[in-house]
C-alpha cells in the first residue's frame, strides 16, 4: 500500500475514549476520506497497568474496526513515554539532565537512551506487538517510538560516550591532539575524565571537538536505541516497512535516515500566524525537500495540524489543501495529522485536531480534511512518482553544529539556517526541485551542487565535490566556508581549506559588513559578510566597490575540469540571488519550467506528471502556466494541472 495509494489519517488515541466512541470514530472516518490511523504511540501505561500485567484487548478490538472499516494501522511501539511504575521501580531508566540531576516521571521523551533495563523493556514490548499485530492485515507500517529528541547525562550515559570516544579516536594522545586539550590545560591523563559537555556556567562548554563529538555520539545512540525495536521487528515482520518520525533539528538524521526503511516527517508549518509571511510556505519545502533529499525518495508526512487551536491565529480557508499538496507534491506519500480527535484534557486537548470536541464534521476543519482525502483519491496515481531533482543543496546538521559552536563570526538572524534558505529561494522561486543533502550523500545525480558557508569539510566531501566539478558539475560555495575539519579542528593553509584548488581562490579575512558590487551591467548592495579573497586562477566576476578592499573579488568562477565552481563572497538579497541562479540554471542546462521568478509567495512543482501551482501570499496571483495558459491562484490556494 505505501508508494501505492497515499496515506490519509493520523494520530489517534482510542485508549482515551470508550467503545461508543470509537464506533463513532470509524463512521467519522469514512465520512473525512481517511484510510488510516497511527496506534500505540504513547499506550505503553494502558498495554501494561502494572510490570507484567498486559492489557491488549483494547488494542485488539481496534484493529478489528480498522479491518471491519476497511482502514489500515500504522502501529507504534510505546517507548516514546515509559509507565510511571517503570520510572519508580527502575529510576535508572529516567533521563539525567546536563546537572546530573535525575528527572522526576514526567511529561514524555524522559528516557536514558542507555539503560540496559529500558532497552529490554523496549524489545519485550516490542516483541509482543510485533507476535500479535505483526500479521494482522491492517498492519501497514511500524512507527517506532516518537520524535527522538534530547540526551541523558547519567553515569550509564558517560560510560558508553567514553566507549564511543576510545573507539572513535584510539589514542590518548590522538584524542588530546584532534580535541586540542593543550589549550587551557584541558590534557586528559586518562580515558575515565571525559564527560559530557556542560552549558556555562556549569561545566565544560569551551572544547568544541568535545561540543560536536557528544553531538554526534548522542545521534547514533539513537540510531542503536532505534535498532533495539527494530531489530526485534524486522525479525517477526520482514516486509513491513519502519520508520521513526523525524522532527526536531539538532540531530544528524542522516544516521537514522541510514536505518529506516522510509524516511517520515512531522510538519508544523504556521501559515496562520503570520498571514502573508511567505516565507513560511518556502520552509516548509525547504524541509520536504530535505526529507526526500535524504535518502532521494518519497517520504511520509506522519503528522501535521489539521485546525488551529482556539485562541491563536486561525488557519484561513484554503490554507490547508495547499499545504497538503505542497507535501505530496514535493515527495510525500501520505498526509497525516495530529490528531485524529480532541482529547478530553491534559496537554494537547486544545491542539488541533479533525474531530474537534464538539464532535462534529460539518466544522471547517474536518470539512477541508475531507477534501484532502478526496483529492489524494483522485491523484492517485501521484503516489510513489520519484522526483528527480537536477539540484542538490547541501545543509548539514554537522557544519549546523561546528557553526554553533564557532565564536567567532557574528551569526544572530544571519544564521546558517537563514543563508541556506536565501541559496534555495530562487529555485523555490522558478518551481525547481531541489534535493537538500547531507554532505555525505552523492552528488553524482546532480547537475547544480550549492553549499552556503560550508564551515566544516567532513572526511572526503571536499575531494568528492572536487570530482563532481570535474565531472561537469556546477558548484556554489560563499564565505565561511573550509575552515575545520569534521572534529572542528582548523584546516592549517586557510580557507576554503581542501576546496581552495577547485574553487582556484584564498581567502584572506572576513568582514562583516554591508558593501556593494556590479553585475550584470547592475550595481547590487550585498549583506552581513564581504571575503577578502585573491584569485589564484579562478574568473574574477565582479569586485567589491567600497572600504579598503575595494577592487579585491566578490564573485568568482573557477573552470575546472568540465565544470565550473563559484565563490560568492557575500550575502545577497532575493533580487540579487534570482539574478544569479537565473544565469546559472540555463547555464546549467537544468530543466525549469519558468526562466523568471512566479510572483511572490507563488511556487509550483511537478510529481507523478501533474503540475501543482500553490499560492502562500495572502493575495491572489495570476500565473502564465507553461502551456502560455493564464491562471489566478487565490491566496492560499492551489490549482493542480
Ligand atoms: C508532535 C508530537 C505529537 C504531538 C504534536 C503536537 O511533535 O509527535 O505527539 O505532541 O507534536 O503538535
Known amino acids: 500500500m505505501i508508494g501505492q495509494t497515499f496515506l490519509h489519517g493520523g494520530d489517534y488515541n482510542p485508549e482515551q475514549w470508550d467503545e461508543d466512541t470509537w464506533l463513532e470514530d470509524m463512521r467519522l472516518a469514512k465520512l473525512a476520506n481517511v484510510n488510516t490511523m497511527t496506534v500505540g504511540i504513547f499506550s505503553w501505561s494502558m498495554l501494561e497497568l502494572k510490570e507484567g500485567e498486559y492489557n491488549f484487548g483494547w488494542l485488539d478490538r481496534i484493529f ?27 529510576p535508572e531508566v529516567l533521563r539525567t539532565d546536563y546537572n546530573r540531576v535525575r528527572q522526576e516521571h514526567k511529561v514524555r521523551v524522559n528516557y536514558c537512551l542507555t539503560s540496559p533495563i529500558y532497552r529490554q523493556k523496549c524489545a519485550e514490548m516490542t516483541r509482543l506487538l510485533a507476535e500479535r499485530y505483526g500479521k494482522n492485515p491492517a498492519l501497514v507500517m511500524w512507527h517506532v517510538s516518537n520524535e527522538y529528541h534530547g540526551d541523558c547525562h547519567c553515569e550509564l550515559c558517560q560510560e558508553a560516550f567514553r566507549g564511543w570516544v576510545k573507539e572513535r579516536y584510539k589514542t590518548l594522545d590522538n584524542l588530546n591532539e584532534k580535541w586540542g586539550t593543550a589549550f587551557w590545560s584541558h590534557y586528559y591523563s586518562d580515558w575515565s575524565e571525559i564527560r559530557s559537555p556542560q552549558p556555562w556556567p556549569a561545566g565544560e562548554w569551551s572544547m568544541f571537538s568535545l561540543g560536536v563529538a557528544w553531538k554526534r555520539f548522542n545521534s547514533e545512540l539513537t540510531v542503536d536505541f532505534f535498532l533495539n525495536e527494530a531489530n526485534v521487528i524486522r525479525e517477526i515482520t520482514p516486509d513491513i516497512l519502519v520508520t521513526s518520525n523525524i522532527h526536531t533539528w539538532d540531530f544528524n538524521w542522516r544516521v537514522l535516515t541510514e536505518v529506516v526503511d522510509i524516511v517520515s516527517y512531522d510538519s508544523y508549518p504556521r501559515f496562520e500566524a503570520n498571514e502573508g509571511d511567505c516565507f513560511r510556505g518556502l520552509n516548509a519545502s525547504f524541509k520536504y525537500d530535505y526529507m526526500r533529499g535524504l535518502k532521494r525518495k518519497p517520504f511520509i508526512l506522519m503528522e501535521n495540524n489539521p485546525s488551529s487551536p482556539p485562541g491563536t491565529k486561525l488557519r484561513r480557508p484554503g490554507y490547508h489543501i495547499t499545504k497538503a499538496m505542497q507535501a505530496v507534491s514535493a515527495g510525500s506519500d501520505s498526509f497525516m495529522y495530529f490528531q485524529w480527535r480532541n482529547g478530553k484534557t491534559s496537554n494537547e486537548m486544545f491542539h488541533g485536531a479533525v474531530v474537534n470536541h464538539d464532535g462534529r464534521s460539518d466544522t471547517r476543519a474536518f470539512q477541508e480534511v475531507s477534501k484532502v482525502g478526496k483529492i489524494l483519491e483522485d491523484i492517485q ?222 511556487t509550483c512543482r511537478e510529481r507523478g506528471g501533474k503540475l501543482f501551482v500553490m499560492n502562500f501570499a495572502p493575495v491572489s496571483h495570476e500565473v502564465t502556466l507553461p502551456s502560455g495558459e493564464m491562471i489566478v491562484v487565490g491566496a492560499g490556494q492551489t490549482k493542480i494541472i
Request: proline letters at 5%; hydrophobic letters at 40%; charged letters at 20%.
Open 381 to 602: 496515481d501521484v503516489c510513489g512518482a520519484p522526483i528527480e531533482a537536477e539540484v542538490a543543496l547541501i545543509y548539514d546538521e554537522e557544519n549546523h553544529w561546528g557553526i554553533e559552536f564557532a565564536t567567532s563570526a557574528r551569526w544572530d538572524e544571519r544564521s546558517y539556517d537563514n543563508q541556506v534558505r536565501d541559496h534555495y529561494r530562487p529555485f523555490w522561486n522558478r518551481g525547481i526541485a531541489v534535493d537538500v543533502i547531507p554532505s555525505v550523500n552523492d552528488f553524482a545525480p546532480y547537475k547544480v551542487l550549492v553549499a552556503p558557508v560550508l564551515y566544516m569539510l567532513l572526511p572526503g566531501v571536499a575531494e568528492r565535490i572536487t570530482e563532481f566539478v570535474k565531472n561537469g558539475g556546477t558548484f556554489v560555495t560563499t564565505f565561511w566556508s573550509g575552515y575545520v575539519d569534521d572534529d572542528n579542528y582548523a584546516i592549517t593553509g586557510g580557507a576554503p581549506g581542501y576546496m581552495s584548488k577547485v574553487l582556484g581562490i584564498r581567502s584572506e579575512e572576513l568582514d562583516a559588513c554591508e558593501n556593494a558590487i556590479e553585475f550584470n551591467g547592475k550595481s547590487w548592495n550585498t549583506l552581513h559578510f564581504a571575503d577578502i579573497i585573491h584569485s589564484e586562477g579562478a574568473e574574477v566576476i565582479s569586485t567589491f566597490k567600497n572600504e579598503f578592499y575595494a577592487g579585491s573579488p566578490a564573485l568568482t568562477c573557477n573552470s575546472y575540469g568540465s565544470g565550473k565552481a563559484y565563490y560568492m563572497c557575500a550575502a545577497h538579497d532575493e533580487n540579487f540571488m534570482n539574478e544569479f541562479y537565473g544565469g546559472l540554471i540555463k547555464d546549467a542546462g537544468v530543466r525549469a519550467l519558468y526562466d523568471r521568478p512566479l510572483p511572490k509567495g507563488v
Open 64 to 90: 478489528e474496526l480498522l479491518n471491519e472499516n476497511g482502514m489500515k494501522a500504522v502501529l507504534a511501539t510505546p517507548s516514546a513515554a515509559q509507565p510511571r511504575w517503570m520510572s519508580e521501580k527502575y
